[in-house]
């Protein structure tokens, strides 16, 4: 079964500064993907960037890139010149490309851009 | 283009009651999910449905739960003798077929059992 880590703590973060979100993610399967999602108060979950396994290049999305390290089973989330409105939790997921759909989520981690 | 939609979005019940809550995927999205997001957690899958055929569930989904997409757009998630366990955020969310590897969600329910 996938497995999904995100331990880090709340984080506050200054407003145009750059925020890194760590996920480790275990998998015995090589075909799989990985999204990252924002969920602020209102409670709907807002897809930002994905990164296929065999995807050669980082996934970049706008603001957000995604620190793929296969090797070491890491996806970090990268988002760069910070806004008020990121404030909110963000969500590691895997799916594997084969077999079942659903979607294996991290617990979360919470982010607070502070002005 | 809408985006998925779910109705309600919030549901207060007493313990025992039966509760059926609707999902509308993105128009064309052959594929719908059902999760349920507890407090401080991550969203956990229920079900998912391929056009109107249930291809798989969690065992999270006990008996008391139900879900159907009768013909294949909209689907119902049903709850039956409610406990106050059942007491989360319930997402749908949508997906295209074979490439179409994202899913989109919607604004969940909230659903309180009392």
Known sequence: AQKITQTQPGMFVQEK???????????????YGLFWYKQP????????????????????EGRYSLNFQKAR??????ISASQLG????????????????RLAFGKGNQVVVIP | DTGVSQDPR????KRGQNVTFRCDPISEHNRLYW???????GPEFLTYFQNEAQLEKSRLLSDRFSAERPKGSFSTLEIQRTEQGDSAMYLC???????????????GTRLLVL
């Open chain 1, 17 to 31: 500064e750059a925020v890194t979100l760590d996920c480790t993610y275990d998998t015995s399967d090589q075909s």
């Open chain 1, 41 to 60: 108060s209102s409670g709907e979950m807002i897809f930002l960037i994905y990164q296929g396994s065999y995807d050669e290049q980082n996934a970049t």
């Open chain 1, 73 to 78: 089973k890491s996806a970090n989330l990268v």
């Open chain 1, 86 to 101: 990121d404030s909110a939790m963000y969500f590691c997921a895997m799916r594997l490309l084969y077999g079942n759909n």
């Open chain 2, 10 to 13: 919030h549901k207060i019940t």
């Open chain 2, 35 to 41: 999760y349920r997001q507890t407090l401080g957690q």
């Open chain 2, 93 to 107: 969310a949508s997906s295209e077929g074979a490439g179409g590897e994202t899913q989109y969600f919607g604004p």
